[in-house]
């Protein structure tokens, strides 16, 4: 199995500021596959990016995906009220699929 | 409209069973490969298991081989999962959840509890 280990825990930030997740694998996942998904409370989880880099429909180009192998980042360039949620990251190149444990984005 | 509702959560006692149920509509069920993701109270996201297009395979966590069973009725346009020999640690919300890019549409989930 595939370990998903996110950092930080929880980031503190304003609103215009630059977010950076970080997403590290206990293995290369394979072609990249790796995606990222939103959550806010009470509400079932957005996906934002997959492919590593692939951003869904409809989402804004404020958010960006990078990295390869064992080290992925999710990147919002500047921070929006409704920004402020849960961020998880799900590999998908393996026979047992994996989440990370997640990273909150919180108000400073 | 494209949506996913589940159903069929509740509470049951250790090594009982209990079998969910996702009703799709506003797309084709049979085009989907389709997975439940389970997510404990307060705590993050759980892959439980997936189906291919057909229903021909099918992979689970770890966790869950041999207890849980996924399935699908694309004429019905439905997904299930059928759990037995339930523990404590099977407490969550289960959510059923399309995958195309990405999990790209997901259902409000069905709690299921697990306790004595």
């Known amino acids: 199995e595939i370990v998903l280990t996110q950092s930080p825990g929880t980031l503190s930030l304003s609103p215009g500021e630059r977010a950076t997740l970080s997403c590290r694998a206990s293995?290369?996942?394979?072609?990249?596959?790796l995606a990222w998904y939103q959550q806010k409370p009470g509400q079932a989880p957005r996906v934002l990016i997959y492919g590593a880099s692939s951003r869904a429909p409809g989402i804004p180009d404020r958010f960006s995906g990078s990295g390869s192998e064992t080290d992925f980042t999710l990147t919002v360039s500047r921070l929006e009220p409704e920004d402020f949620a849960v961020y998880y990251c799900?590999?998908?190149?393996?026979?047992?699929?994996?989440f990370g444990q997640g990273t909150k984005v919180e108000l400073k | 409209e494209v949506q996913l509702v589940e159903s069929g959560g509740g509470l049951v006692q250790p090594g009982g069973s209990l079998s969910l149920s996702c009703a799709a509509s506003g797309f084709t069920l049979s085009s989907y490969y389709m997975s439940w993701v389970r997510q404990s109270p307060g705590k993050g996201l759980e892959w439980v298991a997936n189906i291919n297009k057909d229903g021909s395979e099918k992979k689970y966590v770890d966790s869950v081989k041999g207890r849980f069973t996924v399935s699908r009725d694309n004429a019905k346009n439905s997904l299930f999962l059928q759990m037995s020999s339930l523990r404590v640690e099977d407490t969550a919300l289960y959510y059923c959840?399309?995958?195309?890019?990405?999990?790209?549409?997901w259902g409000q989930g069905t709690m299921v509890t697990v306790s004595s």
């Open positions: 293995q290369s996942v394979s072609s990249r596959y």
């Open positions: 799900q590999q998908y190149g393996s026979s047992s699929w994996t």
């Open positions: 959840a399309r995958w195309s890019y990405g999990f790209d549409i």
